[in-house]
């Protein structure tokens, strides 16, 4: 069955980094574009990113472009988003989710990225 | 972006009751190639969110056929035939034709 696991979360000061990594089994990974969703607390969805199959593509949310990127090994079956330059407005939960028809058809469990010195 | 606006945000129902959640886009969702990619998510009480709906009417495999869409062009429906307590939780629309957004979300809780 598809399985997502999302890594990498943590405590992180306003303009640190941090790396998620995701994952995939279950199906074959290098078939499908992938997608960071995240949803900060209490509060509803929003979608970060998505990447191309062959990592041809990437597209960004305006609130992170330019300070996030997203990357895929296909080889590991694993999909990554490099944060940088994050803010307290970043503190979310971090759902790695696989795109089916145009929208994320399997979620991982999320990863907690919280901001705050 | 497209803005996705959901009604009503909260919703009490009786078990066994029927229950309908409506979802409006700012922009049409019809793609290029036809179809419509308007999806509905189920977000139950600490889990991550589940398709349950995708391209405005197809149930997605071990989605309860109590769970129906409809709608085309700006206005759409989720609609629960009998509510059971498993359906607790936060439905979200949210269309892929565009840049990807949701809606606000709509409760469900049991009267």
């Known amino acids: 069955q598809v399985q997502l696991v999302e890594s990498g979360g943590g405590l992180v000061k306003p303009g640190g980094s941090l790396r998620l990594s995701c994952a995939a089994s279950g199906f074959t990974f290098s078939d499908y574009y992938m997608s960071w969703i995240r949803q900060a607390p209490g509060k509803g969805l929003e979608w970060v990113s998505y990447?191309?199959?062959?990592?041809?593509?990437?597209n960004y949310a305006d609130s992170v472009k330019g300070r996030f990127t997203i990357s895929r090994d296909d080889a590991k079956n694993s999909l990554y988003l490099q944060m940088n330059s994050l803010r307290a407005e970043d503190t979310a939960v971090y759902y790695c989710a696989r795109r089916g028809e145009l929208s994320p058809d399997f979620w991982g469990q999320g990863t907690l990225v919280t901001v705050s010195s | 972006d497209v803005v996705m606006t959901q009604s009503p945000l909260f919703l009490p129902v009786t078990l066994g009751q029927p229950a309908s959640i409506s979802c409006r886009s700012s922009?049409?969702?019809?793609?290029?190639?036809?179809?419509?990619?308007l999806n509905w998510f189920q977000q139950r009480p600490g889990q991550s969110p589940r398709r349950l709906i995708y391209?405005?009417?197809n149930r997605d495999s071990g989605v309860p056929d109590r769970f129906s869409g409809s709608g085309s062009g700006t206005g759409f429906t989720l609609k629960i035939s009998r509510v059971e307590a498993e359906d607790v939780g936060v439905y979200y629309c949210?269309?892929?034709?565009?840049?990807?957004?949701f809606g606000q979300g709509t409760r469900l809780e049991i009267k």
């Open positions: 949210m269309q892929g034709t565009h840049w990807p957004t």
């Open positions: 990447i191309s199959t062959s990592s041809s593509y990437t």
């Open positions: 391209k405005v009417s």
């Open positions: 922009q049409s969702l019809v793609y290029s190639d036809g179809n419509t990619y």
